[in-house]
């Protein structure tokens, strides 16, 4: 055989060995996004969580405090305000789930199917 054409079945596998090397990191770099983007939804979720525990704690020491504390007058004036705040926390909706999905597919690969393509690419005729 030449070596030309040593050279061109060479070279037509080092392309294909260079797409699945580039699939390959494609695909890394979609599951290290898609982690990234599952990372940065708990931590906000995190964040809103730990605001929503602390408003509520605040309201619930304001208004204990106030009665434990409060005149008569001092209760009346503030009946509306923490009312308000207790309707407000009591129509907050919690969300339970971040908004990104914790499942990551990657879809199935047909090492079957590759391995008889890549056993049929290049064979070699001889007349």
Do not use: Y
């Not at 060995?17 to 982690?35: M, S, V, Y």
């Not at 005149?71 to 309707?87: D, K, Q, Y």
């Not at 879809?107 to 391995?115: C, G, Q, Y």
């Amino acid at each position: 055989m030449s070596e030309s054409r040593r050279n061109l079945a060479s070279a037509a596998f080092d392309i294909l060995r260079g797409e699945l090397d580039k699939r390959q990191e494609n695909l890394l770099q979609e599951l290290g996004d898609a982690q990234e983007a599952r990372e940065k939804a708990l931590r906000l979720q995190k964040d809103f969580l730990e605001d929503a525990l602390l408003a509520m704690n605040h309201t619930c020491q304001f208004t204990a405090t106030l009665l434990r504390e409060a005149t008569e007058v001092e209760l009346a004036t503030s009946h509306a305000r923490v009312l308000a705040r207790l309707e407000t926390l009591q129509a907050q909706e919690v969300l339970l789930e971040p908004g990104v999905s914790s499942v990551v597919r990657i879809t199935e690969m047909d090492h079957k199917k590759l391995s008889e393509e890549v056993e049929a690419f290049g064979r070699v005729a001889t007349e």
